[in-house]
C-alpha cells in the first residue's frame, strides 16, 4: 500500500462484505455505511491519519468508526475480486482526484440534463433547482420528472406537463435565474420493447426528450434487441441510465454494448452518464466501448433534491478517464447548440 491511505472504495467493499456476514440490524447499518462511502468528500484513511475522528464522515457511528479504524490501520493484504453488482463504481474522492489532474475539463461543463422535482418523486421546486444550477454557474438544466406509466414514482401526465410548462416560463423569466435556461424535459418511461408511455404530440413540444427502462431489469438473457428497439424510438434523443443498474442492489441488462453503442452513434444519438452515486450507469468499461463507437454522451445526476446536483462530478470523472471527447458530450455544448442537435434529430425522423 506504500504511503497510500487505503481508499474509500476499498472501505465501502470491505463495510459491503461485513453487512453480508452480520444479522440483524447491522446487516442494514453496514450496507448504508458502504453507500455512504461513496460519498465521503475526503479518504477517511487521509482522515484519520490527521487525527480526526472518523465519526466526521456521514453515515459513520462510533461502531462503524472503530471498525474503519482497524481495516485503516492493519490494511488486510487480501486480494479481493469485487463482485460485479459493487464494481466499477467511483467513490467522490477518487472523482475529485481525477478531475484535478484536467481542471479545464469539468470547466466544460454548461449544464445538467436530468433531474427530479416535487412534480414526480423530487424533493425540490423547479425554482430551486434552477437556483441551484445557476449556483453552480451552468447555462441550463432539464427538467426530468417521471412520465405516467412509472405510478410509482408519481410519473405526470400530458396535461400535468402542460402545467409544468406554465411553471417552467414562469422560472425563465425570473431575475434570480437570469442567465439560466430552464428546458423541458421529461423521463419517458419506456416498455421492455423501447414504446413510450406519452403522446408523441406531448413530447415534440418539449425541449427535449430522455427515455429509460424500468421494468424488467433483472432479465438474465442478452437484451440488445430492447435497447436497439429504445433508440430508434424516433421521440427520444437521449436513452437515460442505460444498464439499469444499482450498487449492491441489481447488476443490470445484458447487451452487445457495441453493437448499441454503434447504433446509437448511427443515428446520432446520445446514451447517459447517470451520475446519481448508486447508479454511475453508464460505468467505466461500458464508457470505453461507447469511446470506440463515437457515440455521444449525455451527463444528468438523477438529482431528487437541489444538492445532488453535485452528483455531476461522478459522470464527469467517468468521462474524462473513460477518455470521451469533448464535442462527444452533450453538456459541453452552448444552448443554442444544443438545440439544434435536438432540432436536426427530429426533423431526420420523417
Ligand atoms: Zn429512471
Same mark, same amino acid.
Do not use: C, H, Q
Given at each position: 500500500m506504500g504511503g497510500e491511505s487505503v481508499s474509500n472504495a476499498h472501505l465501502a467493499e470491505l463495510l459491503a &462484505?461485513?453487512?453480508?456476514?452480520?444479522?440483524?440490524?447491522?446487516?442494514? @447499518?453496514?450496507?448504508?455505511?458502504?453507500?455512504?462511502?461513496?460519498?465521503?468528500?475526503?479518504? *477517511?484513511? !487521509?482522515?484519520? *491519519?490527521?487525527?480526526?475522528?472518523l465519526t466526521e464522515l456521514h453515515g459513520v457511528g462510533p461502531f462503524i468508526a472503530r471498525k474503519l479504524e482497524a481495516w485503516i490501520e492493519k490494511p488486510s493484504k487480501d486480494v479481493f475480486r469485487v463482485p460485479a453488482i459493487r464494481r466499477d463504481f467511483l467513490t467522490r474522492a477518487d472523482a475529485r482526484m481525477i478531475l484535478k489532474s484536467d481542471p479545464a475539463w469539468a470547466q466544460r461543463l454548461r449544464g445538467d440534463l436530468q433531474m427530479h422535482t416535487v412534480w414526480s418523486d423530487g424533493s425540490a421546486g423547479i425554482r430551486e433547482m434552477a437556483e441551484a444550477g445557476k449556483e453552480r454557474g451552468y447555462e441550463y438544466i432539464a427538467i426530468t420528472d417521471h412520465s405516467k406509466g412509472l405510478k410509482i414514482a408519481g410519473g405526470i401526465d400530458e396535461s400535468a406537463l402542460l402545467k409544468q410548462a406554465r411553471e417552467i416560463a414562469t422560472v425563465n423569466k425570473a431575475r434570480t435565474t437570469r442567465g439560466l435556461t430552464v428546458l423541458r424535459s421529461i423521463e419517458m418511461n419506456l416498455s421492455p420493447r423501447g414504446e413510450g408511455d406519452m403522446d408523441p404530440r406531448a413530447l415534440a413540444k418539449l425541449d427535449i426528450v430522455l427515455g429509460a427502462f424500468h421494468s424488467a431489469l433483472r432479465k438474465k438473457e442478452d437484451q440488445t434487441s430492447r435497447y436497439l428497439a429504445a433508440l430508434r424510438n424516433p421521440d427520444i434523443q437521449i436513452l437515460g441510465h442505460p444498464r439499469g443498474r444499482i450498487y449492491n442492489f441489481r447488476?443490470?441488462?445484458?447487451?452487445?454494448?457495441?453493437?448499441?453503442?454503434?447504433?446509437?452513434?448511427?443515428?446520432d444519438k446520445a446514451v447517459e452518464i447517470d451520475s446519481y452515486p448508486d447508479r454511475q450507469d453508464l460505468n467505466l468499461a461500458l464508457l470505453k466501448i461507447a469511446r470506440k463507437e463515437g457515440v455521444r454522451i449525455s451527463l444528468g445526476t438523477d438529482a431528487h433534491h437541489a444538492d445532488q446536483l453535485e452528483f455531476i462530478e461522478l459522470g464527469?470523472?467517468? @468521462?474524462?478517464?473513460?477518455?470521451?471527447? @469533448?464535442?462527444?458530450?452533450?453538456?459541453?455544448? !452552448?444552448? @443554442?447548440?444544443?438545440?439544434?442537435?435536438?432540432?436536426?434529430?427530429?426533423?431526420? &425522423?420523417?
Open positions: &462484505r461485513e453487512g453480508e456476514t452480520s444479522s440483524g440490524i447491522l446487516v442494514r @447499518a453496514f450496507r448504508r455505511a458502504a453507500r455512504s462511502a461513496f460519498l465521503w468528500p475526503e479518504r *477517511a484513511g !487521509d482522515l484519520y *491519519a490527521a487525527g480526526r475522528p447488476l443490470g441488462l445484458k447487451a452487445d454494448w457495441r453493437r448499441v453503442f454503434a447504433e446509437a452513434a448511427r443515428l464527469l470523472a467517468a @468521462a474524462l478517464k473513460a477518455k470521451i471527447p @469533448a464535442e462527444r458530450i452533450l453538456n459541453f455544448m !452552448d444552448l @443554442a447548440s444544443l438545440r439544434a442537435w435536438v432540432a436536426k434529430l427530429r426533423t431526420r &425522423r420523417r
